[in-house]
Structure formats: structure tokens, C-alpha cells
């Protein structure tokens, strides 16, 4: 008997290690396109990836094969699939380790700012990767203690930005060949482990929870990286704790604790019983009204910001005042009285009228302001904007400043005088301010196209289309211009501009980028308001160093990143999910040779012999964000170096048209009617309304930048 016993163990033992073994033997034996296929069965919200499919025109053939369609995310060098770039797609659901393990070459992958939950996946498995980006998603639990033994390869890992808890394994010491670690925003607990990798060179652990003293090999990094460590002393100090205070109770205390809560538990189990019997006939009731309607929250969906949005405007149009008062036709009369005895008021305090700093859309004054239809545009860091529109038809945009309070009134008219009076091609500098001790009124001409960032972003019409590469040369070569002259105009301001972002820089008809809230850096009370200013996300702000002029290059980089890729970045984002980090994303795709990958679809179809000017102007746009300031350059370098590259590429570009036949004066031809064309098609999934209102609009778009 205990022969068939033993054979029957054996046999359960076998069969077991062979239903493990299997999945991994079934991954070795699957083509390319088959475990593509098997990931993309893992991932939920996959309607990014519907250019991932086996057809039967593919047959075989390797996604990486020249006859092969496009594979969205996939890349491929010499034909053999060797990374995976699907960062900012919103998937969800499982990552299958098995699938990945069977892609012989592969050394990179990316699935950073996504909606992936749970504990993470079992990447230790993958022992040949070099780079793997997990960032900015859910995933929760600990790191096993031997994560890092097997990873004798990797050189960059980043985990950052999720909830990963427990220690970090002292296994770290272990991956020998790592060059960059980020854990920072998790919540790892305990010490550090005494080692870190010995060729580590970036290492960030801030914004966690762990405790004890840095050790001294971890030293060699900036005291910022291990920040936001309540209880972890980069040095030991007398006056700060390095370890939490461990108050332990006495038994004969935790014993009563015990049956005191045993007695509440029954005394609430108790009073529970008694009222559900009671209550019982109540909530059928109230389920039965209420479950028809569960589908409540389906309907909901993830909103782009509204200063992306165009709103539609409605029939009956009403038209509010700029400050929030509501004027009709019946009662006009009135309404015209009570805004100018309002204006009045204002005009006859301490805070003055509305003082004009820039007379080139004529001289008006508050009243008039107070008379003017006006519209909502947006609302950002600094306050409300309004669009209104003048009884002498000028039209203007009106931005109601909070937090404006860190100088003096008399300081504060200084300054605005002398931004005032700026002149430059690629500067929309204010018309006139009103100041009020708890509030200001600045006043700017409206310009009708609005930001880039809603031509990039918004509802991709005409004006889209119309941003093709030469286009995009253009505003990146306008931008630096502008950026640099205020560098050299306001060389005394901490940060020059400081609010540099797509949202802020608006665009002429002729696309002729219009910088715009610049040189309010030492008008802003930054302890207030600590987030109104773009230049104070730069690295080394958030690291804890004061805000430089090289903060204002680092936000230039992001522009000329956001023009390149088309992306919007999750560095416009504060303390919210959403956008792709066009930081992370750029510099690791360069290390690993993917630049082809980071481009704009919609100009790299149209214009694939631009490729080398673009990649130049990419290698600008990562230099330009260096987390090393002292590597940054400054913006008069910046702005010369992006000179350089649109001589060059504008020079390409009119030898081409010139070989095509195109007209010598023709910013056209057929790269641009591909662009549009491209546009146009069924894969943007535009319709034609969009693009016919894009191309009326006039005085009801809401598009204008919002800082």
C-alpha cells in the first residue's frame, strides 16, 4: 500500500512542477507577435493598442520585419524586438512577466504613468533587462529581499511615484551594473540598507517614510534626494529625532485593552442584530428605488483641463461682467449705471483706476472695463481670466491676480511699468493694471488663436493642421527668442520669466509665438501661492534650492519637448495623474538609441527626411533639462543652439520643396499636405465640425493661455 502511495505523491509532484514549468515553456515557443498578443490579453483599457493585431496579410511575420505594420509602442533595432514603450496609455489590469520573458532580445521597457495596480509584477524575472520604467502608477506591497540579486544587468530602474511599502532590500548592493534608482514618493519604511549599488550615480528616495541615519556610503549624493523623510537624518542632529518614539504599554494594560475591547465588540455586535431586524424592511425599500440607477457613474470619463476644452457657445448667449455681475437687455440701463457707479467707487478709493502702462490698443479705463461684456476663459495659478469686449469694440482679456502681495504698491508700479513698456517681436507684454491691496487687475490684448497648448492639445482642427514641422521650427525658434531677450532685459529677477509653459505663450495668425505673464517673480508671494509659478517645479526648486534663471531653461525644454512629441507633460500637472513625463521619457529613449520613437506622429509622416534636424533640436530640448543645473546651459546658449538647428532645418526643408517643384516662396507643398492629410484621416479620430469651428473662430473662443 505505501508503494502506490508514494508513486501517486510523486506523480502529484511532477504534475505540479510541470503546471509552473508550463507557462514558461509555452512563452519560450511563442513568436513575437503571439506574445504581444498574450500582453496585451493582460492589460485592461488596451483601446491604445488596437494597432496590435495578427493579420492575415502579417502571417508570420515578426512585428519587427520590414513588410510588418506599424506596432504601437514597439521597438525594434536590426529587426529583432528589443524595447517596449508604452508609457501614458491609462492601461490598467495585470502586466504578464511570461509574455515579456519570451522576447530573447529585449533590454528595455516602459510602462510608466499608467493605471497599473496591485503588487509588481515579478521583473526580477527578467534578468537581461537594462532599463525598466514603472513609474507614476499603484503598484503597492514590498520589494522581495532578493529583488535585486537577479538583476545583474539593469542600469536604470524607476519605481517612483506609487505606493510600494516594506524595506528596501539590502539586495541592492547586489545589481551590480546599476546606474539609476528611483523610489522616491512610495511609502518605504525602516532604515536604509548599509550599501547602495557600487556604480549607482543617480539615487532619489525622497518623499517616503523611512527612519535612522543615512549611511555613509550613501552620502555621495545631494541631501534633497533622501528629503521628505520625517524621521531620516541625512546628518544627526541634536534638535531632530531619527527614530520614531516606541511607547510600549505594559501587559497587564494590554490585557485589559483586550477584554475591554472584546467587551465593546459584543455590546456593538449586539446593538447591530437588533437594528437590522428593524431596519431590514428599509433598505429593501431603499435598494429597490436605487438600484435602477447604478449606472450612475458610468457615464463619467476623464476630462481633459478646461483651458484644453473649447467651450461651445449657446443660443442664448449671456453676456457677465468681469465681475461676476450678469447684465441683460431689459434691464441695460440700470445695469450700465450700477457697473459705473461701481467703477466709481473703485475709482474714488485708495486703490485708484485702471492704470494704463501701454497705449497700443488705445487709452480705456475702468469704467469702461466695468461696461464691457465679458466671458469666462479659464482659471490657473494666478487667478480667473476673462475675456471682454469693449463698447468701442476692443476687445480685451482681463486676469484677476491673487497672491500678487509679496512687493509694496509702489514697488509693484514700478515693475509693472517696466514690463509695460517691454518691446519684443515674441512679447505680449500687459496693457494696464488695476491694484487693489487684496487683489490686481492686469489687462492684455486678446489674441483670437489662443495658446499652444490648446492648439496642441485642444481639438486638433485647422490650426493643428496647420503645425507642421516648419511651423513648429518656428515657434520653438520665437520662443527662445523671447525667452532670451527677457533674460538679458530682467538679468536682476531671480527667474526671468518663471511661468514658462505652452499655456502661456500664445500665437499671432501667423503663428508667431507671443510670450506671455513673464517677470512676476518678485511680485508673487511664493509662501501663498507655491504652486502658480511653472518655474518652481523645476528639480532643483523641489529639491529645496532656490529658483534660478536656469529654472526658466528647464521650462523651455519642456516646451520644445512638448513641440516635438506632441505630448502633454505631466510636469504641467500638480499632485494629479495624468500627462506623459516627457523628461523621464526623452532621456532614457536617447541613452538607449530610441529617438525615432519620441517624435510627433504627425510630423514624422510627413516629413521623415527632417529626422536628423529633429533629433538635433531633441538633443537641445534634454540638455536644456538637465537635473544637473550646472550642466543646464543658460538661455542665451539655449536660444543660440535652437538658432543653429532652425537655420539648418529650414534650409533642408526649402531644398526639398525646391527638388519636389514646390513655388520658391511656398511654406507648403507636399510635406504639408501630408501633414494635413495625416490629420485628417480616420486614425486621429476627428470629425469635420471640429475642424470648421476651429476655423471660425474669432470672438467666442475660449482658448487663451491660463497661467
Same mark, same amino acid.
Given at each position: 500500500?505505501?508503494?502506490?502511495?508514494?508513486?501517486?505523491?510523486?506523480?502529484?509532484?511532477?504534475?505540479?512542477?510541470?503546471?509552473?514549468?508550463?507557462?514558461?515553456? !509555452?512563452?519560450?515557443?511563442?513568436?513575437?507577435?503571439?506574445?504581444?498578443?498574450?500582453?496585451?490579453?493582460?492589460?485592461?483599457?488596451?483601446?491604445?493598442?488596437?494597432?496590435?493585431?495578427?493579420?492575415?496579410?502579417?502571417?508570420?511575420?515578426?512585428?519587427?520585419?520590414?513588410?510588418?505594420?506599424?506596432?504601437?509602442?514597439?521597438?525594434?533595432?536590426?529587426?529583432?524586438?528589443?524595447?517596449?514603450?508604452?508609457?501614458?496609455?491609462?492601461?490598467?489590469?495585470?502586466?504578464?512577466?511570461?509574455?515579456?520573458?519570451?522576447?530573447?532580445?529585449?533590454?528595455?521597457?516602459?510602462?510608466?504613468?499608467?493605471?497599473?495596480?496591485?503588487?509588481?509584477?515579478?521583473?526580477?524575472?527578467?534578468?537581461?533587462?537594462?532599463?525598466?520604467?514603472?513609474?507614476?502608477?499603484?503598484?503597492?506591497?514590498?520589494?522581495?529581499?532578493?529583488?535585486?540579486?537577479?538583476?545583474?544587468?539593469?542600469?536604470?530602474?524607476?519605481?517612483?511615484?506609487?505606493?510600494?511599502?516594506?524595506?528596501?532590500?539590502?539586495?541592492?548592493?547586489?545589481?551590480?551594473?546599476?546606474?539609476?534608482?528611483?523610489?522616491?514618493?512610495?511609502?518605504?519604511?525602516?532604515?536604509?540598507?548599509?550599501?547602495?549599488?557600487?556604480?549607482?550615480?543617480?539615487?532619489?528616495?525622497?518623499?517616503?517614510?523611512?527612519?535612522?541615519?543615512?549611511?555613509?556610503?550613501?552620502?555621495?549624493?545631494?541631501?534633497?534626494?533622501?528629503?521628505?523623510?520625517?524621521?531620516?537624518?541625512?546628518?544627526?542632529?541634536?534638535?531632530?529625532?531619527?527614530?520614531?518614539?516606541?511607547?510600549?504599554?505594559?501587559?497587564?494594560?494590554?490585557?485589559?485593552?483586550?477584554?475591554?475591547?472584546?467587551?465593546?465588540?459584543?455590546?456593538?455586535?449586539?446593538?447591530?442584530?437588533?437594528?437590522?431586524?428593524?431596519?431590514?424592511?428599509?433598505?429593501?425599500?431603499?435598494?429597490?428605488?436605487?438600484?435602477?440607477?447604478?449606472?450612475?457613474?458610468?457615464?463619467?470619463?476623464?476630462?481633459?483641463?478646461?483651458?484644453?476644452?473649447?467651450?461651445?457657445?449657446?443660443?442664448?448667449?449671456?453676456?457677465?461682467?468681469?465681475?461676476?455681475?450678469?447684465?441683460?437687455?431689459?434691464?441695460?440701463?440700470?445695469?450700465?449705471?450700477?457697473?459705473?457707479?461701481?467703477?466709481?467707487?473703485?475709482?474714488?478709493?485708495?486703490?485708484?483706476?485702471?492704470?494704463?502702462?501701454?497705449?497700443?490698443?488705445?487709452?480705456?479705463?475702468?469704467?469702461?472695463?466695468?461696461?464691457?461684456?465679458?466671458?469666462?476663459?479659464?482659471?490657473?495659478?494666478?487667478?480667473?481670466?476673462?475675456?471682454?469686449?469693449?463698447?468701442?469694440?476692443?476687445?480685451?482679456?482681463?486676469?484677476?491676480?491673487?497672491?500678487?502681495?509679496?512687493?509694496?504698491?509702489?514697488?509693484?508700479?514700478?515693475?509693472?511699468?517696466?514690463?509695460?513698456? +517691454?518691446?519684443?517681436?515674441?512679447?505680449?507684454?500687459?496693457?494696464?493694471?488695476?491694484?487693489?491691496?487684496?487683489?490686481?487687475?492686469?489687462?492684455? %490684448?486678446?489674441?483670437?488663436?489662443?495658446?499652444?497648448?490648446?492648439?496642441?492639445?485642444?481639438?486638433?482642427?485647422?490650426?493643428?493642421?496647420?503645425?507642421?514641422?516648419?511651423?513648429?521650427?518656428?515657434?520653438?525658434?520665437?520662443?527662445?527668442?523671447?525667452?532670451?531677450?527677457?533674460?538679458?532685459?530682467?538679468?536682476?529677477?531671480? !527667474?526671468?520669466?518663471?511661468?514658462?509653459?505652452?499655456?502661456?505663450?500664445?500665437?499671432?495668425?501667423?503663428?508667431?509665438?507671443?510670450?506671455?505673464?513673464?517677470?512676476?517673480?518678485?511680485?508673487?508671494?511664493?509662501?501663498?501661492?507655491?504652486?502658480?509659478?511653472?518655474?518652481?517645479?523645476?528639480?532643483?526648486?523641489?529639491?529645496?534650492?532656490?529658483?534660478?534663471?536656469?529654472?526658466?531653461?528647464?521650462?523651455?525644454?519642456?516646451?520644445?519637448?512638448?513641440?516635438?512629441?506632441?505630448?502633454?507633460?505631466?510636469?504641467?500637472?500638480?499632485?494629479?495623474?495624468?500627462?506623459?513625463?516627457?523628461? +523621464?521619457?526623452?532621456?532614457?529613449?536617447?541613452?538607449?538609441?530610441?529617438?525615432?520613437?519620441?517624435?510627433?506622429?504627425?510630423?514624422?509622416?510627413?516629413?521623415?527626411?527632417?529626422?536628423?534636424?529633429?533629433?538635433?533640436?531633441?538633443?537641445?530640448?534634454?540638455?536644456?533639462?538637465?537635473?544637473? !543645473?550646472?550642466?543646464?546651459?543658460?538661455?542665451? %546658449?539655449?536660444?543660440?543652439?535652437?538658432?543653429?538647428?532652425?537655420?539648418?532645418? +529650414?534650409?533642408?526643408?526649402?531644398?526639398?520643396?525646391?527638388?519636389?517643384?514646390?513655388?520658391?516662396?511656398?511654406?507648403?507643398?507636399?510635406?504639408?499636405?501630408?501633414?494635413?492629410?495625416?490629420?485628417?484621416?480616420?486614425? +486621429?479620430?476627428?470629425?469635420?465640425?471640429?475642424?470648421?469651428?476651429?476655423?471660425?473662430?474669432?470672438?467666442?473662443?475660449?482658448?487663451?493661455?491660463?497661467?
Amino acid at each position: 500500500m505505501a508503494q502506490p502511495l508514494l508513486f501517486l505523491l510523486v506523480a502529484a509532484a511532477a504534475a505540479a512542477a510541470a503546471a509552473v514549468a508550463l507557462p514558461a515553456a !509555452v512563452a519560450q515557443n511563442m513568436t513575437d507577435a503571439e506574445a504581444l498578443m498574450q500582453l496585451k490579453k493582460s492589460f485592461t483599457n488596451s483601446s491604445s493598442l488596437s494597432s496590435w493585431l495578427i493579420t492575415s496579410k502579417d502571417g508570420d511575420k515578426s512585428p519587427c520585419a520590414s513588410e510588418s505594420h506599424e506596432w504601437h509602442g514597439v521597438v525594434c533595432t536590426r529587426g529583432t524586438l528589443t524595447g517596449l514603450r508604452l508609457n501614458g496609455l491609462r492601461l490598467g489590469g495585470t502586466i504578464d512577466v511570461d509574455a515579456l520573458v519570451s522576447f530573447r532580445r529585449l533590454r528595455s521597457v516602459s510602462f510608466a504613468s499608467n493605471n497599473f495596480s496591485g503588487p509588481l509584477p515579478a521583473i526580477d524575472r527578467l534578468t537581461a533587462l537594462k532599463s525598466m520604467y514603472f513609474s507614476d502608477n499603484q503598484f503597492t506591497g514590498a520589494l522581495p529581499e532578493d529583488f535585486f540579486g537577479k538583476l545583474n544587468h539593469l542600469k536604470k530602474l524607476w519605481l517612483d511615484g506609487n505606493e510600494l511599502s516594506g524595506t528596501i532590500p539590502a539586495s541592492i548592493a547586489q545589481a551590480t551594473s546599476l546606474l539609476e534608482l528611483h523610489l522616491e514618493r512610495n511609502a518605504f519604511t525602516g532604515e536604509l540598507p548599509p550599501l547602495p549599488p557600487p556604480a549607482l550615480k543617480v539615487f532619489d528616495i525622497s518623499g517616503n517614510d523611512l527612519d535612522g541615519v543615512v549611511p555613509e556610503a550613501f552620502r555621495k549624493f545631494d541631501a534633497g534626494k533622501f528629503g521628505s523623510n520625517q524621521y531620516l537624518c541625512y546628518v544627526p542632529t541634536s534638535d531632530r529625532p531619527c527614530k520614531r518614539e516606541q511607547t510600549e504599554a505594559s501587559s497587564s494594560k494590554r490585557v485589559a485593552m483586550v477584554f475591554a475591547l472584546l467587551f465593546v465588540s459584543t455590546v456593538v455586535v449586539a446593538l447591530a442584530l437588533r437594528l437590522c431586524s428593524n431596519q431590514r424592511s428599509r433598505v429593501r425599500d431603499f435598494d429597490s428605488v436605487h438600484r435602477g440607477g447604478g449606472g450612475d457613474m458610468e457615464g463619467l470619463d476623464e476630462r481633459p483641463p478646461v483651458y484644453m476644452v473649447k467651450q461651445a457657445s449657446t443660443t442664448q448667449k449671456r453676456s457677465t461682467s468681469w465681475l461676476g455681475r450678469r447684465t441683460g437687455s431689459s434691464l441695460g440701463g440700470h445695469r450700465r449705471a450700477a457697473s459705473a457707479a461701481k467703477a466709481d467707487e473703485l475709482g474714488s478709493g485708495a486703490a485708484g483706476d485702471l492704470v494704463m502702462i501701454n497705449n497700443c490698443k488705445g487709452v480705456f479705463g475702468l469704467t469702461d472695463l466695468m461696461k464691457a461684456a465679458a466671458e469666462v476663459i479659464g482659471s490657473g495659478g494666478l487667478g480667473s481670466a476673462y475675456k471682454a469686449v469693449m463698447s468701442n469694440g476692443v476687445a480685451v482679456v482681463v486676469k484677476r491676480a491673487r497672491d500678487m502681495n509679496r512687493a509694496t504698491k509702489d514697488a509693484f508700479e514700478v515693475e509693472m511699468k517696466r514690463l509695460g513698456g +517691454m518691446r519684443h517681436a515674441n512679447l505680449l507684454p500687459p496693457l494696464a493694471y488695476h491694484y487693489r491691496k487684496d487683489e490686481k487687475l492686469l489687462v492684455y %490684448e486678446y489674441i483670437p488663436k489662443g495658446s499652444l497648448l490648446y492648439v496642441l492639445h485642444g481639438d486638433r482642427g485647422m490650426d493643428y493642421a496647420a503645425l507642421d514641422w516648419p511651423m513648429r521650427l518656428k515657434v520653438a525658434v520665437g520662443v527662445a527668442r523671447g525667452t532670451a531677450f527677457l533674460h538679458a532685459a530682467l538679468a536682476g529677477h531671480e !527667474v526671468p520669466h518663471g511661468n514658462l509653459k505652452s499655456a502661456n505663450i500664445l500665437l499671432a495668425p501667423d503663428f508667431e509665438p507671443l510670450l506671455v505673464d513673464f517677470g512676476f517673480s518678485g511680485l508673487i508671494n511664493h509662501m501663498q501661492s507655491p504652486h502658480s509659478m511653472i518655474a518652481h517645479r523645476a528639480p532643483e526648486c523641489v529639491a529645496g534650492h532656490l529658483v534660478s534663471a536656469k529654472a526658466d531653461v528647464y521650462c523651455f525644454g519642456i516646451v520644445l519637448l512638448e513641440l516635438l512629441t506632441g505630448k502633454f507633460p505631466s510636469q504641467y500637472l500638480h499632485n494629479a495623474k495624468g500627462g506623459t513625463d516627457l523628461v +523621464m521619457w526623452a532621456t532614457s529613449a536617447i541613452a538607449d538609441g530610441y529617438e525615432r520613437d519620441l517624435f510627433d506622429p504627425a510630423i514624422m509622416t510627413a516629413w521623415k527626411f527632417a529626422l536628423p534636424d529633429m533629433t538635433r533640436l531633441m538633443h537641445v530640448a534634454v540638455d536644456c533639462v538637465e537635473l544637473d !543645473v550646472d550642466k543646464r546651459p543658460d538661455m542665451k %546658449e539655449a536660444a543660440a543652439r535652437v538658432e543653429e538647428v532652425v537655420a539648418t532645418a +529650414m534650409a533642408t526643408v526649402r531644398e526639398r520643396q525646391q527638388a519636389a517643384g514646390d513655388r520658391p516662396g511656398d511654406a507648403g507643398g507636399t510635406s504639408r499636405s501630408s501633414h494635413a492629410q495625416y490629420v485628417r484621416d480616420g486614425s +486621429m479620430q476627428r470629425i469635420t465640425s471640429v475642424g470648421e469651428r476651429s476655423s471660425r473662430r474669432g470672438s467666442n473662443d475660449y482658448s487663451y493661455g491660463i497661467s
